[in-house]
């Protein structure tokens, strides 16, 4: 790949980029509670920066202390906190690598927990999405905040920050200011675009009077809200000339709020790679000023993108989680080492947003663990710096040799052995089916989800290039482990579907999910789908693509896959849209030839069915567990075979294990 436009210089003001990669922000959870920056995330930073990108954007730090979004949020908002703050651009410049702060408040987008007290907000109207109520900022508290913004930018500067970023997107308090939608103020500062604007200005000039000309200030926005009732493109092409004339002096042209259909401020895998670059030229044309684009671009369309103008920097969000070392790679001729985001939101945001816990990503074990794994400890900050090369763990020898067997070629599997050979361990993969990958095959059949495999392809490139084999086709038995004893097994032998004793299940028209979407079986029209968890939906959703009519019951009254996911928000419109009908509630009593029976709310219902799919579910396959036990092997079982979870689960447990073992 050609990227030449993606590894040339570019200059702001004072700072000059080794190239046009930047690792924008991404709220962690790694930071402490009283604001300050821990080892993990100094390390976590550092990490990337020697990944070869040009400019780490913080996650978000809030300017005051009503404005955190979450509890452990980054912190700019007191004279205290920027001996923690200059640890940040202490520990990226060693690796060449620009810091930017990014500067937030989170408006009405938080609850009580984080903020301290009642949110607040232009108007008191609660956030569509939290549901939580807020209250107006009065006149003073607005000037309040925006000295706040001042003070915080000054800290940065303070704290070697080569430049900050006002967070202006997303739906948060600035992006409030100018929406209609969440502005229903009658003062100065709500009603005509002019005053809705006023706020936002307000904070650039601020910013700027505190950090003097010479100081980059990026902002970043949300270049179209999306939702009925906010603005539109066209108002930011308006506006974005006045961000400039009150200081600005780079645009980071990011989309959408918190309430837009389908989360597409961090697009799923539903959304097609370099959706939002339109919207970069559009601003960059509007204002004047180098922008930065952002929103699912892969490498090909940013060297694309920076030829043609659209913008000038280009923002990878989570392929820096999933891969830190992904610019080198590239900027080596590396590519098929780079393990590829595929945008499943599930160990990033949605495990931050949703399980209220720290980000990591699904495919990347170490993300969040690169301090407790000893991969370097972000150079001038504190010991040895980050492996240069990006590869795995500080050298161990101490299980050089050691025999352990793994048990599945599934993400279990496939991780504990690359975690495992890291550690010295001989180790051999076997696994009875006549390809690597277990469930993700099926997994990476519905549409979007192609690039699934591509982690499998990954993993068994890199075992390849260690020379860890993979015996394909042999399922390993009690009295082969007998007979051969090796040192260690890991036990990743997965799931099995689940079967209910539904009268008629054994029927020759009734099929599991994994057969039907691995072409294993002949597809029928109309069909009958049993359980609308992510597998019933996304096989429904596949059905659909060829054609076939489809309707999916399901037991449980509430749909266990919410809208409120960007790839559940995707799923429910493309079925619907599709023609398929989803029916919760729904007892299925028989399964006959033509029709399936349920009952719903006490009443008797058919669907006519010449297919019926299960995807009910799944069940561990661990018999192996007693037999390793009676012949005193060790044994770490990991993934679904310990309980049917997720990729997450078996990803992480495999690496676990395959460290430990
Ligand atoms: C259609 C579908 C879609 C999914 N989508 C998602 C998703 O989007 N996100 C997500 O997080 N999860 C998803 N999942 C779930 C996810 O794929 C599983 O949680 C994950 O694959 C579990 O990994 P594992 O390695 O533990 O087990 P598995 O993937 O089940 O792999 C186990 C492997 O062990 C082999 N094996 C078993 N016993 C033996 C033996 N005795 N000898 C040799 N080999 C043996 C099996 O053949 C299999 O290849 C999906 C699952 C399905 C079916
Ligand atoms: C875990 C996570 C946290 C995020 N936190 C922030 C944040 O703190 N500030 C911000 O402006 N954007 C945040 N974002 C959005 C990203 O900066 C980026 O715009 C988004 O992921 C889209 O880029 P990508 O498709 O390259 O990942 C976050 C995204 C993720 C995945
Ligand atoms: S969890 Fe999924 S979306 Fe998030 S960085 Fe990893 S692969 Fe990408």
């Known amino acids: 790949m050609k990227l030449d436009h993606l590894f040339s210089t570019f200059r702001i003001k004072g700072m000059e980029l080794k190239n046009r990669s930047v690792m924008p922000a991404m709220g962690t959870g790694y930071a402490s509670a009283d604001g300050t920056a821990t080892d993990r995330l100094l390390t976590y930073l550092a990490r990337r920066a020697a990944g070869g990108t040009a400019m780490i954007i913080t996650e978000v730090c809030a300017v005051d202390t009503r404005g955190k979004g979450f509890p452990n949020e ?73 000295d706040a913004f001042g003070k915080a930018a000054a800290r940065a500067k303070k704290a070697g920050f080569d430049a900050v970023e006002i967070h202006g997107a997303h739906g948060y308090l600035l992006t409030q200011f100018l929406s209609p939608f969440s502005n229903q103020r009658s003062d100065a500062y709500g009603g005509s ?97 180098p922008v930065i684009g952002v929103g699912r671009i892969t490498p090909e369309l940013a060297e694309q993108a920076i030829a043609r103008g659209d913008a000038d920097l280009i923002a990878f969000g989570r392929q820096h989680l999933c891969d830190p070392d992904f610019i080198n790679k590239l900027q080596q001729g590396n590519e098929k080492d780079i393990r590829w985001c595929v945008a499943c939101n599930q160990g990033c945001i949605e495990r931050l947003s949703f399980e209220m816990k720290s980000a990591t990503c699904t495919f990347n074990p170490s993300c969040g663990r690169e301090f407790k794994e000893g991969q370097g400890a972000g150079g001038a900050v504190h010991g040895p710096g980050v492996r240069p090369d990006g590869q795995g763990h500080a050298a161990d020898t101490s299980r050089n040799g050691r025999r352990v067997w793994i048990i599945g070629a599934g993400p279990a599997g496939l991780s504990a052995a690359l975690a495992a050979s890291e550690k010295g361990c001989a180790v051999e993969i076997f696994e009875r089916d006549e390809s690597p990958g277990g469930q993700v095959r099926p997994a990476s059949r519905p549409p979007h989800k192609e690039a699934f495999l591509d982690w499998v392809n990954w993993a068994v490139n890199q075992l390849e290039k260690r020379k860890v084999p993979i015996r394909l086709r042999e399922e390993i038995t009690g009295s082969r482990l007998s007979a051969a004893r090796p040192d260690a097994v890991i036990l990743a032998s997965g799931a099995l579907p689940a079967v209910a004793g539904i009268p008629g299940i054994d029927s020759a028209h009734v099929f599991d999910a994994r057969d039907v979407l691995m072409g294993r079986v002949g597809l029928k029209d109309p069909a009958v789908v049993l359980g ?73 219902w058919r669907e006519p069915a010449a297919m019926v799919v299960t995807a009910m579910g799944a069940r561990s396959e661990n018999g192996l567990e007693a037999v390793l036990e009676d012949l005193g092997i060790p044994c770490l079982t990991v993934g679904d075979a310990r309980s049917p979870r997720r990729l997450l689960e078996a990803i992480h447990e495999g690496h676990k294990a395959g460290l430990e073992i």
Request: glycine letters at 10%; hydrophobic letters at 45%; charged letters at 20%.
């Open 74 to 146: 980054l912190g700019a908002w007191g004279d205290h906190l920027i001996p923690s703050l200059a640890r940040i651009p202490d520990a990226l410049h060693p690796y060449g690598a620009k810091a930017v702060l990014q500067l937030h408040h989170a408006g009405r987008e938080t609850f009580p927990v984080a903020a301290g007290g009642m949110p607040e907000a232009p108007s008191a109207i609660p956030s569509a999405i939290l549901g939580q109520p807020c209250e107006e900022m009065s006149v003073q508290r607005i000037a309040d905040v925006v």
């Open 193 to 289: 675009e002019e005053n809705r604007s006023r706020f936002v200005l307000e904070v650039v000039e601020a910013i700027r009077g505190a950090v003097g000309s010479d100081y980059p200030v990026i902002i970043r926005i949300s270049a179209d809200e999306l939702i009925r009732g906010g603005y539109d493109l066209e108002f930011m092409k308006r506006f974005s000339p006045r961000l400039v004339a009150a200081g600005v002096d780079l645009i980071h042209v990011s989309l959408g709020v918190y309430s837009t259909p389908g989360n597409l401020s961090i697009a799923s895998m539903d959304t097609d790679p370099g959706f939002n670059l339109f919207r970069a030229r559009a601003i960059k044309e509007a204002a004047g000023v």
């Open 532 to 604: 609308a968890g992510y597998v019933g939906m996304e096989t429904a959703d596949f059905l659909i693509k060829k054609g076939i009519r489809v309707v999916v019951l399901e037991m449980q009254a509430v749909p266990p896959v919410g809208k409120f996911t960007a790839h559940g928000y995707w799923l429910h419109k493309r079925i619907r849209e599709g023609g398929g009908r989803l029916i919760f509630g729904a007892e299925v009593t028989n399964i006959g030839p033509n029709a399936v029976s349920f009952v719903q709310k006490d009443q008797e």
